[in-house]
Structures are given as structure tokens and as C-alpha cells.
């Protein structure tokens, strides 16, 4: 993943100036980026192999996604988009047994490691997209969520791959697809421009209201927001990350 400023400067001091755009353009962003790092272990492998196609969402291609057929026992349906490691999503999964959570992660390794968890903490209420997020999320049905998570996407730093970011008009339109009134939108980075891009949008979103009134809003990680060892590592090498959420009205 690709860094940009660590000035240290106040992450949600919004500016609008010509270097970050918030485009009104709805334009719909491709899939950019690796999708595979080192070789699978064998037991990753393994469950590739087994457990993928048990616990794998429908291809969107075949159509619109029936969730209540998918998760027959949940009682609210969540989705991250690029779960990295799973470790986020799996905590969620165990904690809320009737929720049905949806994870879409591109590459390889992250969805190994998310099979490990799922296998290793027996959690019976996840489905795996593997593959690119986008052509999932229009299959998706409307309303259906009550959260959506966007933990750390690439920020996608040179001016000339701003189109890449996954956070862009088009998204928060799905989003606000999505969601059920009142649901949450939950973004997380540790790129000080990346924070300011998403605010940017977000404030030509009529649909969403960020709900931080104080700085400790941002700053300080909720409870029920686990870190992930990439956070960990983020504050360890001085980018402290900025927790924003966002209300659908």
C-alpha cells in the first residue's frame, strides 16, 4: 500500500484547493493494485481449496444478491469493503452471531487470512467476495445494511491515480444505496490527505452527516472498532489514524 503525507499535520483540516479535488463527477473507478504477495502456505492453501467455495458470495454477474437466502438466521447484514486481514471483520462476526457480514478483498493472501479466522474461531456468518468490490456492491440489494466499513484503503497518492481511490462520488452514492436510514458509513486512514479527500466528499454527499462533534471523535478508535495489526503498525511508525463516521439521513 502506498503512503502519502506523514507531515504530521491535523488530518481533518479540510481545504479545497486545486492539488485535492473532490470531483462531482460520478464516475465509477477501476479495480487498480496487486491481488497476490508471496506463495500460500499449505494449510492457506487448503483452505482456498475447501472452505472458499463453502463460504464464497454468489458471482455478481448472475444478478441481483438474495442476502436473506445467504444468511437465513441473520437479523442485520454488514459489509466491509478490503478487509485486508480479516481481523476487523472476524471480531465483528464473533461478536454479533445474527448479523450476516459481507467481506470483498482483492487480494489473495488477505483471504486466506480471513479463512484462517473463520475456520480457527467457527463463525458461521460470514461470506467472502473475492475479487473487486464494485461489480458486488451494484448487486447488492438497497437498504439492507446497517454499517459499511472502509478501513485503510490504498490512498493511492500521485495526483494522476486520484481516480483509483476507492472513496469517490460513485461510492458514496452506493453507499448511500446501501445503507438503511440511519446506518453507518465507517472510514479509517492514516493519510493525512486521504482523510481530507474523504471529508471532501462526504461534504458533497447529502445523503450522509458526519456525526464527530468533538475531536475525540476522530481520534480516539471506538470500542467496538478493534485494531487490526496495520493500524498497530501505523501508530508504531508515527501516522496515528483518523476514525471517521458518517450517518445516512
Same mark, same amino acid.
Request: glycine share 8%; proline share 9%.
Given at each position: 500500500?502506498?503512503?502519502?503525507?506523514? #507531515?504530521?499535520?491535523?488530518?481533518?483540516?479540510?481545504?479545497?484547493?486545486?492539488?485535492?479535488?473532490? #470531483?462531482?463527477?460520478?464516475? %465509477?473507478?477501476?479495480?487498480?493494485?496487486? #491481488? *497476490?504477495?508471496?506463495?500460500?502456505?499449505?494449510?492457506?492453501?487448503?483452505? &482456498?481449496?475447501?472452505?472458499?467455495?463453502?463460504?464464497? &458470495?454468489?458471482?455478481?454477474?448472475?444478478? =441481483?444478491?438474495? /442476502?436473506?437466502?445467504?444468511?437465513?438466521?441473520?437479523?442485520?447484514?454488514?459489509?466491509?469493503?478490503?478487509?485486508?486481514?480479516?481481523?476487523? !471483520?472476524?471480531?465483528?462476526?464473533?461478536?454479533?452471531?445474527?448479523?450476516?457480514? %459481507?467481506?470483498?478483498?482483492?487480494?489473495?493472501?488477505?483471504?486466506? *487470512?480471513?479463512?484462517?479466522?473463520?475456520?480457527?474461531?467457527?463463525? #458461521?456468518? +460470514?461470506?467472502?467476495?473475492?475479487?473487486?468490490?464494485?461489480?458486488?456492491?451494484?448487486? /447488492?440489494?438497497?437498504?439492507?445494511?446497517?454499517? +459499511? $466499513?472502509?478501513?485503510?484503503?490504498?490512498?493511492?497518492? *500521485?495526483?494522476?491515480?486520484? *481516480?483509483?481511490?476507492? +472513496?469517490? =462520488?460513485? $461510492?458514496?452514492?452506493?453507499?448511500?444505496?446501501? !445503507?438503511?436510514?440511519?446506518?453507518?458509513?465507517?472510514?479509517?486512514?492514516?493519510?493525512?490527505?486521504?482523510?481530507?479527500?474523504? /471529508?471532501?466528499?462526504?461534504?458533497?454527499? =447529502?445523503?450522509?452527516?458526519?456525526?464527530?462533534?468533538?475531536?475525540?471523535?476522530?481520534?480516539?478508535?471506538?470500542?467496538?472498532?478493534?485494531?487490526?495489526?496495520?493500524?498497530?503498525?501505523? %501508530?508504531?511508525?508515527?501516522?496515528?489514524?483518523?476514525? /471517521?463516521?458518517?450517518?445516512?439521513?
Amino acid at each position: 500500500m502506498g503512503r502519502a503525507d506523514q #507531515s504530521g499535520e491535523d488530518p481533518v483540516t479540510l481545504r479545497s484547493d486545486a492539488d485535492h479535488p473532490a #470531483s462531482k463527477d460520478a464516475y %465509477i473507478p477501476l479495480l487498480y493494485g496487486r #491481488s *497476490k504477495g508471496h506463495s500460500l502456505r499449505s494449510n492457506h492453501q487448503r483452505l &482456498m481449496a475447501e472452505l472458499l467455495p463453502r463460504v464464497a &458470495m454468489p458471482a455478481p454477474e448472475k444478478g =441481483p444478491i438474495d /442476502l436473506a437466502a445467504l444468511f437465513p438466521q441473520a437479523e442485520e447484514f454488514e459489509l466491509e469493503v478490503g478487509f485486508g486481514g480479516g481481523e476487523h !471483520l472476524a471480531w465483528h462476526a464473533g461478536q454479533r452471531p445474527k448479523t450476516g457480514y %459481507i467481506g470483498a478483498e482483492p487480494f489473495l493472501n488477505g483471504v486466506a *487470512k480471513l479463512l484462517q479466522h473463520i475456520e480457527k474461531e467457527g463463525l #458461521s456468518n +460470514i461470506r467472502v467476495h473475492h475479487g473487486d468490490a464494485r461489480p458486488l456492491i451494484e448487486a /447488492l440489494p438497497s437498504g439492507a445494511f446497517s454499517r +459499511i $466499513f472502509v478501513l485503510h484503503p490504498d490512498p493511492w497518492p *500521485k495526483k494522476r491515480h486520484y *481516480k483509483r481511490r476507492m +472513496i469517490s =462520488p460513485w $461510492f458514496f452514492v452506493q453507499a448511500a444505496r446501501l !445503507l438503511e436510514s440511519g446506518g453507518a458509513l465507517r472510514v479509517a486512514s492514516d493519510i493525512p490527505d486521504y482523510v481530507r479527500w474523504t /471529508l471532501m466528499h462526504a461534504q458533497q454527499a =447529502p445523503a450522509f452527516e458526519w456525526t464527530a462533534t468533538r475531536a475525540a471523535d476522530w481520534r480516539e478508535r471506538p470500542a467496538d472498532w478493534p485494531q487490526t495489526r496495520y493500524e498497530a503498525k501505523a %501508530i508504531k511508525e508515527g501516522r496515528p489514524p483518523a476514525y /471517521l463516521e458518517f450517518r445516512r439521513t
